[in-house]
């Protein structure tokens, strides 16, 4: 705490803190005060006038005086009252007046069972209908697959155009009409632009936004089944809630971390989970037949059989790993296969560039920042990756960031930070500094200054600005004006600034910017100031591979290594290697084994071509660590039972070497027995077995319950297969249950699996799990980070500096595009996300497209690794002369190097 | 007595005969001394703020910032929407320069570059007006870059007129603010004031058009003079507009502190008829009624009103005589501010359309006696408990005329009827009473 | 599109502020002075000449009263229905008014001539009641000579 003061509320007194406002201050000290339009990431307003409390003026005043608790910044000696009669009269008439118009739908609103009104009209006392007239109704508005819109159900708290604008960015979204007719919409029916829009439905305390995704297969929040989860769309590795029933995913909600994503996910996180549910899931394990070349269904144990078969007679088994799969899957078939067996299924190159991201944090001066970090940085470096669409929580994070200095501002004025309105006002459309060096425009150029160009000009001007620090970083010959300038600038902003951070990635697939981007931190750490180095990296655990003990090899090591050394069977664990490279050159790969064995849980491209396919378990049927792009280990948990069918690839891959003969896995029973021998065999990973509690971990003797106290219909849910209630599953591997049965209270952190207490049934309940309100929940926030800087060690320096990008005549330079909703391998196939995938293009820069006479949605050929593709064109304007943007991943898009050289053909 | 903002010149809206007047000098005196002698002598005048609040002008302009690189604002309201208040529009049409004279003055004193006149966009004609007479004063180089030769010393600022496009709110100072950004015009919490920053986050100062109308004269004539006008807490001139049921309705130039009685009987020449007053809203719809029998000995000044149980406002005086149905007054008084409600903090915007949809119920005759107890309620909860001041000019009405007229309500109204008994029922927190209980 | 005259006329009213979004009241009108109300494209097209989004623009355009989002008739009627004027006869005039012109408020003859609003306050209660037609303001009414005065719009 800052700065404390002594506040009697209610004839207590309590220290608390100073720096907070007065509604903030009370639920911070569990006390129930109900409010509508405040939150706690965008701060108070005081439009809804919910949360009113008495004031006196000092023990003599009776009387006191009615103000607005989140528009009252504390003061020492202050006295208030919560119980007070007037006050709460006065808050019981606030909900009256804001259900005359409400339509009372609960039953058939999706928001019913977990809605905050409903919480606050029953704290209120508020029960009996004064209001007798008609009510006013809208029309509501088509807003895209994920969001549902119900205006009538609207209070108009302003808590959607808030966060939907100021927080989020958004434009296209916004409050029309006057009086009691506001509504809260776009200005015409369309999807919602932003890609942050799915937090409306957590933001908006009653049902006039809610989760399309869940309405389509609808089941009451209490009747849910839950698990804490970790989002696996990207690798920021954001904390979510996962829910079941009937063995179907429901839903994926933000699950409250304060060091990582707060009260936030993006849309790919929040929707993406339905290729849980796609008819492409694997759902039990397969057999080629021979003959047909169809696939069979088998049983688990006949599979095992099968699989023992198969690998009886083999000599030598290559393993390929995944950056999608848990460190435990990976870890067991790296103990499987053996070291020099095992490749990491990802290109070298990628490998390469993800390697040295990791060592230089490990080895570098610079600490990699938390999400939570990145959104308290004042200026911001971006070098080479276009964030909202490869890492989009560290996107939203930035337009937080760029707040921070202006914000300052307000002190003078003594108008404290959580004010929101005024100090908007003040700052009014101010940013901080950000500047974005990338090939393409971005979503975030609007808050920044950009600088359009190649990965090796990128590089080029980070160097410029490391050198502007340090001497140890080489000099850069034959700059342009511009690159000095803006070099020039980024310089004199990172000089003053407070807490720098520089980001940058393998996007561009160049050690260069990655190279440039670390010569900045370390030259401003070694000239005495701070600075904080944040990278991405492709996929939900590839820093956890990368942190791994293996070889590093890649996909294409694998290819190379089999020439020189056969071997026979191939075990691929959660990847589709067409996604890795070229086609043929994969095909090549599989042909030359005689048995490949694939554990995935979607069907792709390789599964197909698999001889055997064993059913994984999803995130939302398997239990493992995740280590995110930070460097942070975080645990997730199965939300259902899947039957025998399904199973962790650890667990599968367990059963395979039991049945091999290999006796001394046998000790390797729960997670944590994987997780242990991990972390001793990779000192590395060490203590990431203590950042959930052990499966044996009880409270009260209980276990926590993953399904709320009111969950209904245990007894009747499978009563169409037998009348008998089944046994619950149980859960070996954690101190979760699967039922209801269990601890009421509040578990660790870590174990949350969902949020609820008295009172509060929706997501606001999060307010009763943290220690101070938007601050780190009870227990600490979950994960352990496993990187931190080393200081007092002089950092080693990159001297290599890029020749400037020349473009070439004739021949175009492939930069990737990056789509938040289609390049991520897994939620393409959630419906809602596969609308709003692009089909394929290619992206040529409006400057050469008039000297090639191309207009766009034309069809050119397109001439790449000896193969010729026709795809329609798009014209960009802030594309630099010769580049030329292949979007990544998209599916039916042929997968083009990134930093290869192509030809064009007008079609 | 000596007439301040509309003596009786003709043509005086003219630039010339303005000038043959004494017109412009004043604001050659003001250019002479320091901005802070200017602002001084304006404190010292006691000169209100005319557009309802009566905040001594002075003392606004003092706040300003001294020290600040940003650049500083005047905003002149001119927004006046409150039903019964219609002075402003004089002062357009009469003495558009006394305006212009005092915006240039206004401006040296709290060094503001530019001002911004705001008009409410249903004046038409009063628009085009003021703007007639701020482009002579262009030409002549009164107003704008040429100011230093017209006036000598070095201050220049530009006047533009914004015009507004119906919403009563933005006569609230932030709301209008919002709207000159070019915004919906919500009001904006405070503190922070304007004058710590206000339009575009920079220091402004914000008075009425009557207010900033006086300062040529003040400056011309000197503190003590206008100080010794009317009643001395509230001093100067006033603008009355008188409305309603009298003989002789229009805007009367009076000295603060005369009788409300001798306002509508000696100047606007009684009631139609000889009738007896039944009601006055001595300042603009949303002040306290006064009763017929409340009137004598109360005098027009912001004090006095106040002691009396109402407010100065806008002084605008609406007289209504004993045929005058109160109920559908006030429906319609209700009905104004529902409308104008912009939506924004609850209390308003949802207890306006309450209040007034219980009055339309009244007023048709199908009102039963709890309805009164409803609206008194609503009506407290607004009262001092919304962003601006637009909910209390909402609740006052409906608090006071039922207060004040209970008798012409309660007859309005038929008893109450038992309320269904199942509607109790179902109420959540009843279901633990026995029925009998709630038969009672 | 916007004519060029109205891109003009809004660009003229850029030069009183500081921002091109604080004109959006006024580019609003200019576009309603030559088309009488302000469509959805229109709504676009000044969002664009002004630098923001259809959004914030609509979001302004529905606060104001006096911003048509529908299409209006060739002549507006603003009938002020505020208390001073109801006091001094207003609903009579109405009365005349629907009955006249067979619309009420909101409404537009089926001729598209004439458009019938309320008003709240034209801000000339001592010589109530009054109406408005285009921006001409009519004062001391009475029914017997509201149809003279409609003459005069066609």
Redesign the interface.
């Known amino acids: 705490m800052a700065k404390t003061a002594k506040i009697t509320v209610d004839g207590k007194t309590y220290e608390v803190d100073a720096t907070k406002n007065l509604l903030e201050v009370c639920l911070s000290l569990k006390l129930d005060l109900p409010y509508f339009c405040w939150h706690p990431a965008m701060g108070s ?6 949360c ?1 409390v008495k004031k006196f003026r000092d023990e003599n005043d009776k009387v006191g ?2 103000f607005m608790a989140c ?1 009252e910044p504390i003061v020492d000696g202050m006295i208030i009252s919560i119980q007070d009669a007037e006050a709460k ?2 808050r019981k ?2 909900i009256e ?2 259900m ?2 409400h339509p009372h739908d609960c039953p058939v609103c999706d928001e019913g069972g977990e809605c905050h009104l409903q919480d606050m009209t ?1 704290m209120t ?1 508020h ?5 007798r ?1 008609k009510k006013r109704t809208y029309k509501n508005q088509y807003l895209g697959p994920f969001i549902n819109h119900e205006m009538n159900r609207c ?2 708290c ?1 808590r959607c155009v808030r966060y939907y604008r100021d927080y989020a960015g958004g ?13 809260f919409g ?3 029916d369309g999807v919602l632009e932003n890609e942050f829009s799915g937090n409306l439905v957590e933001v908006c305390p009653t049902g006039v936004f809610t989760d399309k995704t869940l309405g389509k297969h609808y089941t009451r929040k209490w009747d849910q089944t839950y698990a804490p989860s970790i989002c696996v769309h990207c690798s920021v590795g954001c904390n979510t809630i996962a829910a079941e029933r009937y063995g179907l995913l429901r839903r994926v909600q933000s699950r409250y971390n304060g060091e990582v994503n707060g009260y936030f996910l993006c849309d790919r996180g929040r929707f993406g989970y339905e290729f849980v549910n796609s008819p492409k899931r694997i759902r039990k394990p397969l057999r080629k037949n021979k003959e047909t070349r169809q696939f069979e269904e088998l049983g688990s144990e006949d599979a095992l059989k099968y699989i023992r078969k198969l690998l009886s007679d083999s000599k030598r088994i290559i393993g390929i790993g995944s950056a999608r799969a848990s460190l435990e899957s990976n870890f067991t078939l790296l103990s499987f296969v053996e070291k020099q067996n095992f490749y990491w299924g990802e290109s070298d190159r990628n490998i390469q560039l993800i390697q040295k991201q990791y060592d230089i944090l490990r080895n570098g001066p610079a600490r990699t920042p938390s999400l939570r970090d990145i959104e308290k940085c004042d200026v911001v470096i971006v070098l080479g990756e276009d964030l909202t669409n490869t890492a989009p929580m560290i996107a939203l994070a930035l337009r937080q960031s760029v707040r921070q200095e202006p914000v300052q501002s307000a002190t003078p ?1 003594r ?1 404290p930070h959580w ?1 929101d ?2 100090v908007r ?4 459309d101010e940013k901080g500094p950000i500047f974005i060096a990338t090939p393409l425009a971005t979503r975030l150029d609007e808050i920044s200054e950009t600088y359009r160009a190649a990965a090796d000009d990128i590089a080029r001007l980070g160097f410029m600005v490391a050198n502007s620090f340090s001497d140890r970083s080489p000099l850069v010959s034959g700059a342009t004006d511009e690159q000095k300038k803006l070099s020039g600038k980024i310089s004199e902003a990172l000089k003053k600034a407070k807490r720098p951070l520089i980001i940058a990635g393998p996007s561009l697939q160049s050690e260069a910017v990655i190279e440039a981007a670390a010569n900045i931190a370390n030259a401003m750490i070694t000239s005495g100031k701070t600075c904080e180095l944040c990278f991405t990296v492709p996929e939900v655990n590839s820093m956890g591979m990368a942190m791994m003990d293996i070889t590093h090899q890649g996909i294409e090591s694998a290819f190379e290594a089999l020439k020189n050394k056969p071997a026979d069977t191939l075990i691929i664990l959660e990847n589709d290697l067409y996604r890795r490279a070229e086609e043929q050159a994969v095909d090549s790969f599989l042909g030359k084994f005689k048995n490949v064995i694939v554990l995935d849980y979607l069907e792709n491209s390789t599964s197909l071509k698999a001889d055997a396919v064993l059913s994984s378990g999803s995130f939302a049927e398997s239990d493992g660590t995740f280590v995110n792009n930070e460097g942070r280990a975080q645990r997730f948990y199965q939300v259902y039972d899947a039957g025998e069918n399904i199973k962790e690839s650890w667990r599968w891959l367990r059963d395979i070497m039991l049945n091999s003969g290999l006796h001394e896995f046998g000790k390797w029973k729960i997670l944590s027995d994987f997780t242990n021998a991990l972390s001793k065999a990779m000192p590395v990973f060490d203590g990431i077995n203590n950042i959930t509690p052990p499966p044996g971990f009880r409270i009260a003797g209980e276990k926590i319950p993953r399904e709320p106290f009111r969950y209904s219909g245990r007894t009747a849910m499978f009563a169409n297969k037998s009348v008998h209630e089944p046994k619950p599953p149980e859960d070996i591997d954690s101190p979760l249950s699967f039922t209801m049965e269990g601890y009421r209270g509040k578990p660790p952190s870590s174990i949350i699996p969902f949020f609820w207490s008295p009172g509060w049934n929706s997501q606001q309940a999060i307010n009763k799990y943290q220690i101070e309100i938007g601050g780190a929940l009870h227990g600490g926030d979950p994960g352990k980070r496993l990187i931190e800087p080393k200081s007092g060690k002089t950092p080693a320096f990159f001297t290599k500096i890029p020749q400037a990008f020349s473009p070439r005549n004739g021949d175009w330079f492939v930069v990737p595009v990056y789509h938040i909703f289609g390049s991520e391998e897994l939620s393409v196939n959630a419906p809602g996300i596969n609308e709003l995938t692009p089909k394929p293009y290619v992206m040529i820069s409006s400057e050469d497209a008039g000297s090639l006479g191309l207009t766009s949605e034309k069809q050119i050929e397109l001439e790449a690794q000896g193969k010729t593709y026709s795809l329609p064109a798009k014209l960009n304007l802030g594309l630099p002369k010769g580049l030329i943007g292949i979007p990544k991943g998209l599916p039916g898009m042929p997968e083009i190097k990134t930093g290869s050289w192509v030809r064009l053909k007008m079609g | 007595m000596e007439k301040i903002l509309l003596p009786d010149i003709k043509n005086l809206h003219q630039i010339d005969v303005y000038i043959q007047n004494g017109g412009y000098e004043a604001v050659k005196k003001a250019y002479k001394r320091t901005p802070d002698e200017v602002i001084d002598e304006v404190k010292r005048s006691g000169l209100r703020g005319r557009g309802g609040a009566a905040f001594l002008t002075g003392l606004k302009w003092s706040f300003m910032p001294k020290n600040t690189d940003k650049p500083k604002y005047l905003c002149v309201n001119g927004d006046e929407s409150e039903p019964g208040s219609f002075k402003d529009r004089q002062i357009f049409e009469f003495n558009p320069h006394a305006l212009i004279e005092g915006i240039t003055i206004a401006c040296y004193a709290i060094q503001a570059k530019a001002a911004y006149v705001y008009i409410r966009g249903e004046y038409h004609n009063w628009i085009q007006m003021l703007q007639k007479a701020l482009d002579d004063a262009y030409a002549r180089g009164f107003v704008g870059e040429k100011m230093p030769e017209t006036l000598g010393g070095s201050f220049s600022c530009n006047i533009y007129i914004h015009k507004g496009a119906g ?1 009563y709110v933005c006569g609230e100072e932030s709301s209008l603010m919002n709207s000159i950004e070019g915004k ?1 015009g919500y009001p ?2 405070k ?2 004031f304007p004058a ?2 206000g339009l ?2 920079c220091p402004t100062t914000i008075n009425n058009v009557e207010t900033i109308s006086n300062v040529p004269t003040i400056i011309n004539k000197g503190w003590e003079w206008f100080s010794k006008i009317g009643e001395p807490r509230h001093p100067g001139t006033l603008l009355f507009g008188v409305s309603g049921h009298v003989n002789k309705p229009g805007v009367y130039e009076l000295p603060s502190g005369v009788l409300l009685t001798d306002l509508i009987y000696k100047y606007a020449g009684g009631v139609p008829g000889n009738k007896k007053i039944k009601c006055v809203i001595p300042g603009g719809s949303s002040m306290p009624p006064l009763r017929g029998d409340q009137l004598e000995g109360v005098k027009m000044d912001a004090e006095s009103l106040k002691a009396a149980g109402s407010a100065i406002g806008t002084g605008g005086v609406m007289v209504m005589d004993e045929d005058t149905d109160l109920v559908r007054v006030l429906a319609r008084i209700a009905k104004f501010y ?10 308003c ?6 209040m007034l ?1 219980t009055l339309n119920r009244i007023a048709r005759g199908e009102g039963t006696s709890s309805d009164l107890d ?1 609206l008194t ?2 009506a407290k ?1 607004i009262e ?4 601006c001041a637009l909910g209390d000019a909402a609740a006052w009405p409906v608090k006071f005329f039922i207060q004040r007229f209970r008798e012409e309500f309660e007859k309005a109204v038929k008893p109450e009827v038992s309320i269904p008994v199942a ?2 029922i179902h ?4 279901t633990a009473v026995p029925l009998a209980e709630i038969k009672k | 599109m916007l004519t060029e005259e109205e891109k003009h006329e809004i660009e003229e009213e850029f030069k009183l502020y500081p921002y091109k979004s604080a004109a959006a009241i006024e580019a609003l009108k200019v576009v309603q002075k030559h088309r009488r109300w302000v469509s ?1 494209e229109s ?1 676009k097209d000044i969002a664009q000449l002004l630098g923001i ?4 623009l ?2 302004v355009a ?3 009263n006096l911003i048509y989002r529908k299409p209006v008739g060739r002549n507006v009627i603003h009938i002020c229905n505020s208390v001073s004027c109801w006091v001094m006869g207003y609903e009579s005039v109405l009365k005349h008014l629907i009955d006249h012109l067979g619309i009420t408020y909101g409404q537009t003859s089926s001729d598209g001539r004439f458009t019938l609003l309320p008003v709240q306050c034209l801000g000339t209660c001592d010589h109530a009641p009054a109406l408005m037609i285009n921006g001409d303001l009519y004062r001391d009414l009475t029914p017997d000579i509201i149809n003279s005065i409609l003459e005069k719009y066609q």
């Open positions: 307003v005081g439009a809804c006038r919910q009113a005086k009615l528009m009269e006065f008439g606030v007046w804001l005359t118009n029953v006392g029960d009996y209908r004064r209001y007239f209070i108009q302003y434009k296209d979204f916004d409050v029309f009409g006057v009086h009691n007719t506001v509504y776009r200005h015409e004025y108008i004010q309105q005024a006002e003040l700052t009014q | 919403a919906r904006r919490v503190p922070p710590q920053f575009w986050g529902k409308h104008e409600s912009c939506g924004q903090c609850t209390p915007r949802e207890g306006t359309g309450w949809k409803l309620d609503v909860n001092g408990n919304t962003i509607n109790k109420s959540m927190r009843n | 959805d709504i989004t259809p959004d914030e609509d979001s529905t606060f104001y």
